[in-house]
């Protein structure tokens, strides 16, 4: 079972900032888990940092997904990861422009992150620079728009054969 470890938590956060001082931006307890925020420029270094650190040993990439900072107008992944070795798990996020939203990706620390970074593509639109094939895997290929975003309309209003008095409108 997962427990709560605040000697692992500050061993993390005392390694990447000794070894990525201005990478990382912050860091802070979020619910069960430690996130930290770190620069997109850095993201495969410290990564590949959390992933070959003979004390840390991340060595799974569990999830990585999208997310929308509607009101920042941005774009950003929250990645999660796991030391097996160490019974430990992180959270890392970093964020983009929405208007260039370019991160790199991490196919070429873990495979595993091909597809995830696909969907990640598909529903929020973010290019992970170096990825090998950045193609839809869900929607039709000619989809137009994000539908995970906060600005994507719910419903498409082009419709004439829905009758809104069916849904208490």
Known sequence: MFQINPERNNLVVSKLTDQFSDAIQSH???????????????????FQFLRDDNDLQFNFLTTLCGMHYLEKEQLGVVYHLHSFVNNHR????????????????????????????????????????????????????????????????????????????????
């Open 90 to 169: 992180i959270r890392i996020k970093t964020a983009t422009d929405i208007n260039d939203p370019k991160i790199p990706t991490l196919t070429t620390i873990w495979p595993s992150a091909n597809w995830m970074e696909r969907e990640t593509f598909e529903f929020f639109g973010i290019q992970f620079e170096g990825h090998p094939n950045l193609v839809r895997i869900l929607n039709i290929d000619d989809f137009v728009g994000f539908p995970m975003r906060k600005d994507f309309p719910l419903e498409d209003q082009t419709r004439e054969d829905k009758n809104d008095g069916m849904f208490g409108r």
């Open 28 to 46: 802070e307890l979020q619910a069960d888990m430690l996130c930290i925020y770190v620069k997109k420029e850095e993201i495969q270094n410290v």
